[in-house]
Nanobody, 118 residues
Framework: QVQLVESGGGLVQPGGSLRLSCAASGSMLSIYTMGWYRQAPGKQRELVAIITIGGRTNYADSVKGRFTISRDNAKNTVYLQMNSLKPEDTAVYYC????????????WGQGTQVTVSS
């Protein structure tokens, strides 16, 4: 079992910045990839950014150049630095951890609200 706890969400004006944190606890066996997803009202959940234990990253086109994902393996913590925020970034942001076994299993945090508005 893995528990994921997100923090750092809030209200910010367009052009502002936020940093989200995701602290993982429990067994990290075969947890090779972690990431951030988001879901806006009436929309499906979408991938924002992922990072492997070796530091390989991938980003959604909509956030490239503005968001940076990183991880501290010693602390089992993943971060999402969000700069130049836009109103369309408003969503609940969820931390994800994937246990890559057969079959694979995904763990999710409770979500943290990010609202970008003047």
């Amino acid at each position: 079992q893995v528990q994921l706890v997100e923090s750092g969400g809030g209200l910010v004006q367009p052009g502002g910045s936020l940093r989200l944190s995701c602290a993982a606890s429990g067994s990290m066996l075969s947890i090779y990839t972690m990431g951030w997803y988001r879901q806006a009202p009436g929309k499906q959940r979408e991938l924002v950014a992922i990072i492997t234990i070796g530091g390989r990253t991938n980003y959604a086109d909509s956030v490239k150049g503005r968001f940076t994902i990183s991880r501290d393996n010693a602390k089992n913590t993943v971060y999402l630095q969000m700069n130049s925020l836009k109103p369309e970034d408003t969503a609940v942001y969820y931390c994800n951890a994937r246990r890559e076994l057969a079959p694979a299993y995904n763990y999710w945090g409770q979500g943290t609200q990010v609202t970008v508005s003047s």
